[in-house]
T-cell receptor, first 115, second 112 residues
Framework: EAQVTQNPRYLITVTGKKLTVTCSQN?????MSWYRQDPGLGLRQIYY???????DKGDVPEGYKVSRKEKRNFPLILESPSPNQTSLYFC??????????????FGPGTRLTVL | EDQVTQSPEALRLQEGESSSLNCSYT??????LFWYRQDPGKGPEFLFT???AGEEKEKERLKATLTKKESFLHITAPKPEDSATYLC?????????????FGTGTRLQVTL
């Protein structure tokens, strides 16, 4: 089954404790992206990657890191989480067609709480 | 900067009562307008992509239409299982083509 998977699905942590949220897709998509969703603000892009070893900042990158060492995986790293990073996080992937993304398919989400 | 505004914020319908959701957008050169459905605590589920004004797409009780300034998601004879939040997003020429700009969604509740 074609899908985007994220782990963990739920995470409660404390301020300053480094964490990683994993994202994996089995559709051979070149493009992957991370979003956060907050009430009243909608989905906002954190980082994206157009292919292996190619990443760039989205609208809200502060406090986050990413890496793309393999085509299927795109982990999101919070080196020193703070309470304002409490949110619902989504990973998405799509084909990359000559400068355009195709339809983006989303993972099930990771609900992060930082105390 | 690309912007998307969805209305109404929330909509309550009785089963069988048809209605429309609105997505108004401003974008520097539209590459695509996307509709997603999102159930509570789950990831957005793709519904439609529209690329140019005048285009229409249908899927079961849903029909999406597009003009140069807005898109409508028409729901005909809705059922309780259509209850969800419906998200609209645009992809424009501003900045990189990799970016989707989302609206905040319309929360639809369909009752018996």
């Amino acid at each position: 089954e074609a899908q985007v998977t994220q782990n963990p699905r739920y995470l409660i942590t404390v301020t300053g404790k480094k964490l990683t949220v994993t994202c994996s897709q089995n559709m051979n998509h070149e493009y992957m992206s991370w979003y956060r969703q907050d009430p009243g603000l909608g989905l906002r892009q954190i980082y994206y990657s157009m292919n292996v070893e190619v990443t760039d900042k989205g609208d809200v990158p502060e406090g986050y890191k990413v890496s793309r060492k393999e085509k299927r995986n795109f982990p999101l790293i919070l080196e020193s989480p703070s309470p304002n990073q409490t949110s619902l996080y989504f990973c998405a992937s799509s084909l990359w067609r000559g400068g355009d993304t195709d339809t983006q398919y989303f993972g099930p989400g990771t609900r992060l709480t930082v105390l | 900067e690309d912007q998307v505004t969805q209305s109404p914020e929330a909509l309550r319908l009785q089963e069988g009562e048809s209605s429309s959701l609105n997505c108004s957008y401003t974008v520097s050169g539209l590459r695509g307008l996307f509709w997603y459905r999102q159930d509570p605590g789950k990831g957005p589920e793709f519904l439609f992509t529209l690329y140019s004004a005048g285009e229409e797409k249908e899927k079961e009780r849903l029909k999406a239409t597009l003009t140069k300034k807005e898109s409508f998601l028409h729901i005909t004879a809705p059922k309780p299982e259509d209850s969800a939040t419906y998200l609209c997003a645009v992809q424009g020429h501003t900045g990189t083509a990799s970016k989707l700009t989302f609206g905040t969604g319309t929360r639809l509740q369909v009752t018996l």
